[in-house]
């Protein structure tokens, strides 16, 4: 005889897990969240039958994008400029940073950053650069512990505010004013278990979407509260634009990923929206509306896998009980980093739960992003490269990705 299993732990069942069930049942909490009202109202979309695809001929639904906006490196420059220093990016997820008194170092955008979390607990972004004569401050890929960061060379030392707390022989530098030597600080938000970042100091930033409707949804996901299980940086040969193609349509669901993720949805079954230029996503296995309540958020996370598409360039895939983050850092026309970071409920208490989550890991990051999703984006700039076609058609599927171009085009 078999127990039903509380709803939190029939979820782990959707991704073939249920082996691990019984020594996870008392490792994890479900959070009493609840979906914002734009997450239900994609469930109800989907659930009225609403998000049929069109399929007459003709029916100005099919569009086609230009194959240079992936090859051309003026453009790219320009999308530099306009979208990736002009707007807030997400560049780690709070959980980086979970303690106060720790720093990290972040050089994916091209700026020199270090991320603080100070003694108060807030987060900073400042240049990693001394105020002394500009010597690069900090190496740390990994967090570490920083009650004070200390440059190499003279030991000026700085806290996690970015003040200029002291520096040797202070005699010899007669009238200097310390707070006119802090740390170069940029713009920067935490919100929606987020750590977002203006690039450039000279600009100003609209947080107005990342602190508001965007952290609302992320919140009701409980990214603010989880535990980072793993990151890893991926080095995909490829536009950055293809890499967010790719989580913009559901078309190659069944296709791409028939060996691993295509079991646990329908075919193109799937509604989405905006939040100003960001788009959400909702895509489901087939489900039976009179069976599942939608606004229970075990129940509808258990049938639907909620992904957010940010300008410019982040991903969040929130699977039944996991959730990924992925940071797109370009390096030019056709080379981009990725970097993944996985959030689990909480840290494993036990060895069975650092396999499951680990297993987790292996498929979602290894197999489904970093063989499957990055492959075919390295396989298409490869194509687009060749100089072969002009432009890539979009059927009615593949309409997200057209929105987002749009949105990428009104920026430029
Ligand atoms: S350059 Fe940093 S202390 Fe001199
Ligand atoms: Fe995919």
Known sequence: ???????????????????????????????????????????????????????????????????????????????????????????????????????????????????????????????????????????????????????????????????LTGLPRPETFPGLDKETRRLMELPVREAGGMIWVGLDRNRDYDFSLVEGPLAADFDALGLSGMHLYARRTHHVPGNWKLIMDAFLESYHVQRLHRNTLARFFADGEGAGDMIGPHQRSLVTRDFDADEVDIEDWEQLRRVGTYTYQ???????????????????????????????????????????????????????????????DFGAVALGQRGLDSGAVGEMVLGTLEQGIRRFHDEVEKRL
């Open 310 to 372: 940010m300008l410019p360039g982040t991903v969040i895939v929130a699977s039944p009980d996991y959730v990924n983050v992925m940071t797109l850092m370009p390096q030019d026309v056709r080379n981009t980093l990725v970097e993944d970071f996985m959030l689990i409920p909480e840290a494993p208490q036990t060895e069975k739960a650092e396999q499951h989550w680990a297993r987790s890991w292996q498929l979602l990051d290894g197999q489904v992003f970093g063989q499957e």
């Open 1 to 163: 005889m078999t127990t039903p299993l509380p709803a939190p732990f029939k979820a782990l069942a959707f991704f073939g897990l249920s082996s691990a069930l019984p020594s996870l049942a008392m490792d994890i909490i479900a959070p009493p969240l609840r979906p914002t009202s734009g997450q239900i109202a994609l469930a109800r979309r989907i659930a009225r039958g609403a998000e049929q695809p069109a399929t007459e001929p003709n029916s100005d639904c099919t569009t086609a994008i230009d194959a240079a906006v992936y090859t051309d490196p003026d453009r790219f420059v320009r999308e530099m400029d306009c979208l990736f220093r002009a707007m807030p990016i997400a560049v780690a997820v709070s959980a980086l940073l979970p303690k106060a008194n720790s720093a990290v170092t972040h050089d994916g955008f091209g700026v020199p950053l270090i991320l603080t979390r100070d003694r108060q607990e807030r987060v900073h972004a400042f240049l990693n650069v001394c105020r002394h004569r500009g010597t690069r401050l900090l190496d740390a890929d990994e967090v570490v512990s920083a009650p004070r960061i200390i440059c190499p060379y003279h030991a000026w030392a700085y806290a996690g505010d970015g003040r």
